[in-house]
């Protein structure tokens, strides 16, 4: 999914300024990495990257840190906040392209692919279509079948909706950005605990996995990340010795990462104990690392081109991957048929999508004047 939250990467202030955005094509790059890992756990989950749902806490934490610092960015220049004009952003950003494919689900499934419980898969798109699916997977209420993964989106859009707001209030009220951090760094850590004294209280694994109120601090550690970078908080640039550490940990931290995303199982206890934290936490160390460290190997690779393309298009690849894999398996394709076929026409769809659909709305939002591409 293109973190529905950005397509923007960011810079360092220059000459002790305010915080500005320039793109950074590594953050891309860390958004291809995390679709393609996702595309993978989904494709067939026996595959040796089982771990690959760890994808969606990448996406969560680059969510959160984008989105924050633009926010941020926005009141250190204008002393405000233009909210409506955010949320607007984020309707021309996400609204077109899931329409696209909830318009498509329901023609599909309910005329033409002879798919049983046409009412169903309404439901299950109205579901969708209200950033509700998360909470329906959570409590059992109807859960999405082939949209399934809408869960998360979800979730972002239940982020989109209250942190602005309460950013805004805490800019406003606050005048120490420590306090802040302090504040956003508590939030996380509240999360965190409710999830796992939830676990502990013996809630279901699909209530921690799906729930906001258990899932926030990803996103939260990605908003603290942001406050830190955007308020200056963080170095501009690391050099010496701090510039090699920082490398080596970012480095550390991609291969702790990597082996998660290969043995990592979704349920079992140790994530939710502490493993999902620890995600989050390497993911905003790798983050860091990209934005402040001149030597980062790890910014080198994910500047590779390829993986920047994919990150380009990844909120097209994210809505579609899971319904075109799903109906494959149900009409019994080969594992193989599902992962290679299945895998083309996802990239086929969703670089019709970006190019033809989500771009020209992107350059809807330039000319409507409301903000720069986010």
């Not at 679709?35 to 989950?45: E, S």
């Not at 250190?76 to 392209?97: N, V």
């Not at 499934?109 to 309404?122: C, I, N, R």
């Not at 209420?141 to 805490?170: G, K, N």
């Amino acid at each position: 999914m293109s973190s529905p939250a950005t397509q923007t990467g960011l810079q360092a202030p220059v000459g002790g300024g305010l915080f500005r955005l320039g793109f950074s094509p590594e953050l891309n790059g860390l958004r291809g990495v995390a679709t393609l890992a996702v595309l993978a756990f989904h494709a067939d989950d026996k595959t040796h990257l089982q771990g690959g749902f760890i994808g969606v806490d990448l996406f969560f934490v680059l969510s959160g840190f984008l989105i924050t610092a633009l926010l941020i960015q926005e009141f250190d220049s204008t002393e405000s906040i233009r909210l409506k004009a955010f949320y607007l952003r984020r309707a021309l950003r996400l609204g077109p392209a899931l329409l696209l494919l909830l318009s498509a689900y329901c023609v599909a499934f309910v005329f033409l692919l002879g798919f049983p419980g046409a009412g169903s898969h309404l439901v299950d798109a109205l579901i969708t279509l209200f950033y509700s699916a998360n909470w329906a997977r959570a409590w059992n209420l109807h859960p999405p079948s082939y949209l399934s993964h809408a869960w998360s989106l979800s979730i972002e859009e239940q982020f989109y909706a209250l942190w602005p707001l309460l950013l805004l209030t805490m800019l406003r009220k606050i005048r120490s950005r420590r306090m802040i951090v302090l504040l956003a760094s508590g939030m996380a850590c509240s999360a965190w605990g409710l999830r796992v004294y939830l676990k502990l209280a013996g809630a279901t694994n699909d209530r921690l996995y799906n729930g906001f109120d258990t899932r926030a601090d990803a996103v939260l550690v990605g908003c603290v990340l942001g406050i830190l970078v955007a308020s200056n908080l963080a170095p501009r640039s690391v050099q010496g010795r701090v510039s090699y550490a920082l490398s080596a940990a970012s480095g550390l931290a991609a291969v702790l990462l990597g082996a998660m995303s290969i043995w990592a199982v979704w349920n079992a206890p140790v994530m939710f104990y502490w493993l999902y934290f620890a995600i989050e936490l390497l993911t905003a160390l790798i983050i860091l690392d990209c934005f402040t460290n001149p030597r980062s190997v790890v910014k080198k690779v994910l500047s590779w081109k390829a993986l920047v393309w994919i990150g380009t298009i990844s909120y097209g690849l994210y809505l579609w991957h899971y319904p075109v894999y799903q109906v494959m398996k149900h009409h019994g394709y080969s594992r193989s048929e599902v992962v290679w076929l299945g895998t083309l026409i996802t990239f086929s769809i969703a670089t019709l999508s970006y190019y033809l659909l989500e771009q020209p709305f992107l350059k809807l939002k330039k000319k409507l004047a409301i903000g720069s591409r986010t």
